[in-house]
C-alpha cells in the first residue's frame, strides 16, 4: 500500500556509536517519501562505542524509543516487529553480518522492510572494503555525486548489482548561511579521535593553535573537542586533546568547547580541521574552510581528499592571515550543496523508497559476499556477532527476550569501562615502554 498523509511509515534504526547514530537518525528523516508520518525505533548496537547518555543528548536527536541490544537481539525483534524502512548505520562488518542475518530472518516473508545503508561522511580509505561489505541492501547511500560515481565503478567491476548506489547528501548539513565577520573574529579548530594517531603530531597541533591565538589576542580560538575522556566516537581516541592540554600555559582567548556541530558553526568565522566532515558541514554554509597540511598531505590523515578543494593551508598561513577561496566545481561534486540545492538532494531516494513500499512483495536480500564468493572471510565476520555461515545465531546467543538484569548490566557496563580505560591509558604506556 503506498504511503500516505494518514498512514504512520514505521523505521528501526540500527547504529554503534554516537556519530552513526546521527547520521541514521537524521537519514531516516530526510528519506522518508513525502507526507509521511515516522515513528522511529533506534537500536544502538553493543560494543566499544555504544554512546553514553551525554553523548546522545549532544546530538540532538529523538527517537520514539531507544534501547540497546545485542546483534543477535536484535535481529529476533526484527522477526517480532513489522517495520517499512530500516537504515543500517553501522561499521561495514557489522552491516554484513545483519544483512545475513536479516535474510535469514526474513526467509520466505512475502513483505519485508525496506534496507537502507551508507557512509557517515567522506569515505577515504577502504573503499572496495567497505562497498562490498555493505552490498545486499536496497540502497546503499552515496554522500556525493563523486561517490555516487566511485561506488558504482567498484560494483561493476567485481560483477555486482550496482543499481542499489542512490546518490544523496549528507544529512545533517544545514544552519544559517555564514554572512560576514563576528565579534570577536572565532577560529574553530575540530578535533578528530583518530587523526593523527600519535602524541607528537597532537601536541604540534595543539601547540599551533595555542599559538595562533598568542598572534591574533584579538581572535577567539576554540579547540572542538568531540567526546570526553572515557567516552568513544566512532573511532578510538587514545590521547584526548583534554589530557594533552593540561599543564599547558593558555591565553585567555584560547578555550575548549563540547556541544553540538551546528551550534558551535554559528559562530564560527574559520573553521579549521585535518580532514572532518565539519569541514563539508562549514563549506556548505560558506564559512571560511582549511584543511589543515602541517603534517602532509596523506591518505593516513584523510587530507587528500581535499585536494583541488581549494581549502587546503597549514597553520604558518593562517597565523599570517591566509583565507581560503573554495573551488566551486569541487564544492559540487562532494554533496555539499552550497548552491541551494540541497532540498532535493534525497528525492532520489524517497522517489525509490516509495517505490518499494508500494509494490506488493520484495526480493530476498542477497549481498555479494556468500560462503561462495568469500569463504575465508565472511564466516570470521558472522561469527564476530554470534553469528554462523547461513545467517543463524551460534548456540549461546543471547536471548531477545529477556531484558539484562541488574548484574547483567553491572557487568556490561564494568567491561565497557574497562576497554576503555585499556584503549586511553593502558595501551600508550605499552607503546611507550616498547619504544624505549
Known amino acids: 500500500m503506498p504511503v500516505s498523509a494518514t498512514q504512520t511509515l514505521r523505521v528501526a534504526v540500527l547504529a554503534d556509536s554516537d556519530t552513526r547514530w546521527k547520521w541514521g537518525s537524521l537519514t531516516a528523516n530526510r528519506i522518508a517519501p513525502a507526507n509521511s508520518d515516522i515513528s522511529l525505533d533506534g537500536y544502538l548496537l553493543r560494543g566499544r562505542a555504544t554512546p553514553t547518555a551525554r553523548q546522545l543528548t549532544e546530538v540532538g536527536v529523538t527517537a520514539d524509543s531507544l534501547r540497546e541490544v545485542t546483534a543477535v537481539e536484535f535481529l529476533r525483534a526484527m522477526e517480532q516487529e513489522s517495520y517499512d524502512l530500516l537504515v543500517l548505520s553501522l561499521v561495514g562488518g557489522g552491516v554484513q553480518a545483519m544483512l545475513h542475518g536479516l535474510a535469514r530472518a526474513w526467509d520466505g516473508r512475502a513483505k519485508r522492510p525496506v534496507v537502507v545503508t551508507g557512509y557517515v561522511g567522506v569515505v577515504y580509505e577502504k573503499l572496495a572494503d567497505g562497498l562490498l561489505l555493505r552490498h545486499g541492501a536496497d540502497l546503499v547511500l552515496a554522500n556525493s555525486r563523486q561517490d555516487a560515481d566511485r561506488f558504482r565503478e567498484v ?97 585567555a582567548n584560547f578555550s575548549l568547547v563540547y556541544g553540538h556541530m551546528g551550534e558551535v558553526l554559528d559562530r564560527t568565522d574559520l573553521l579549521v580541521t585535518i580532514s572532518s566532515t565539519a569541514a563539508l558541514e562549514s563549506l556548505h554554509r560558506r564559512i571560511p574552510t582549511v584543511v589543515l597540511t602541517d603534517l602532509g598531505i596523506r591518505e593516513g590523515l584523510g587530507n587528500h581528499h581535499f585536494v583541488g578543494s581549494g581549502c587546503l593551508a597549514s597553520w604558518e598561513q593562517l597565523d599570517a592571515g591566509y583565507k581560503p577561496v573554495p573551488d566551486a566545481d569541487w564544492v559540487a561534486r562532494q554533496g555539499v550543496a552550497a548552491d541551494g540545492s540541497y532540498e532535493t538532494a534525497f528525492d532520489a531516494a524517497r522517489e525509490r523508497i516509495a517505490k518499494l513500499l508500494a509494490g506488493s512483495d520484495m526480493p530476498a536480500l542477497t549481498p555479494y559476499y556468500t ?65 624505549l
Open 371 to 435: 560462503t561462495e564468493t568469500a569463504p575465508g572471510y565472511l564466516p570470521g565476520i558472522l561469527a564476530r556477532h554470534h553469528l554462523g555461515p547461513d545467517g543463524t545465531p551460534l548456540p549461546g546467543a543471547p536471548a531477545a527476550d529477556k531484558a539484562p538484569g541488574p548484574v547483567r548490566q553491572i557487568v556490561r557496563r564494568a567491561a565497557r569501562g574497562a576497554y576503555r580505560h585499556g584503549v586511553q591509558r593502558v595501551a600508550p604506556v605499552i607503546r611507550r615502554m616498547g619504544e
Open 155 to 251: 560494483y561493476d567491476g567485481v560483477g555486482a548489482d550496482s543499481s542499489a548506489v542512490t546518490e544523496v547528501a549528507l544529512p545533517f548539513l544545514g544552519g544559517e548561511t555564514y554572512t560576514g565577520e563576528h565579534d570577536p573574529y572565532t577560529v574553530v579548530f575540530a578535533v578528530q579521535p583518530s587523526v593523527p594517531d600519535n602524541r607528537r603530531d597532537r601536541n604540534y597541533l595543539l601547540n599551533r593553535a595555542i599559538q595562533h591565538a598568542r598572534f591574533h589576542p584579538n581572535r577567539e580560538v576554540l579547540l572542538k573537542l568531540r567526546s570526553k575522556p572515557g567516552e568513544h566516537t566512532t573511532h578510538i581516541e587514545e590521547l584526548p586533546y583534554q589530557k594533552l592540554v593540561q599543564g599547558k600555559d593558555l591565553p
